[in-house]
């Protein structure tokens, strides 16, 4: 099997359960956990990045939160 032929199948996946994947998204369980993933890669990259980026890193965590969970 080719590489074509998985990323078919993926599309094929993503397409026939496009229902279920959003409505997981959208769950507290996701919201909880996408939250400590947030946090915790947003303060590792602020250890690495002078201090004048950490609103960027903040905001950017901010904008990605919109799109993971039900808050």
């Known amino acids: ?6 990323i078919a199948k ?3 996946l993503l ?5 279920k ?3 997981a998204l959208k769950s507290e369980k996701a919201e909880d956990v996408s939250d ?3 946090d915790g890669a947003a303060e590792a990259i602020k250890k690495v990045v002078p201090a004048e ?3 960027k890193v903040d905001e950017t965590r901010a904008n990605v939160d919109k799109h993971i969970g039900n808050a």
């Open 21 to 23: 994947i959003e409505e």
């Open 1 to 6: 099997m080719g590489v074509d032929d998985i």
């Open 10 to 12: 993926g599309k094929k």
């Open 15 to 19: 397409d026939e359960n496009r229902d």
């Open 36 to 38: 400590k993933v947030l």
């Open 53 to 55: 980026h950490h609103g």
